[in-house]
């Protein structure tokens, strides 16, 4: 979703490719990790990737948002104890 709105509002178009924020998948199981390109002018001061990133998973600060990094390690730890159900579980 940050991708989407960030594309829209720079390029008046939604696509993913030319946002200035991608997500990445990290790991096994896959933990959402946003990136900030360096193109990222912060919208101004009010970036839109913050208000539709759904796992809160970006801060901002006195012009330079980043992700946040206690909401992707929580997301890490959540996919992984999730997985160690799955695995233990019969199926």
Request: charged share 30%; hydrophobic share 35%.
């Amino acid at each position: 979703m940050c991708e989407l709105a960030c594309s829209m509002v720079k390029e008046l178009n939604f696509n993913p490719k030319k946002s200035r924020i991608k997500v990445h998948l990290v790991g096994i199981p896959e933990v959402p990790v946003p990136v900030i390109s360096r193109l990222c002018d912060e919208c101004g001061g009010d970036p839109v990737c913050l208000k539709y990133c759904t796992v809160n998973a970006i801060t901002f600060t006195e012009n330079n948002p980043k992700p946040d990094k206690k909401k992707i390690v929580l997301a890490r730890e959540v996919a992984e104890a999730w997985l160690k159900k799955q695995l233990k579980e019969p199926r």
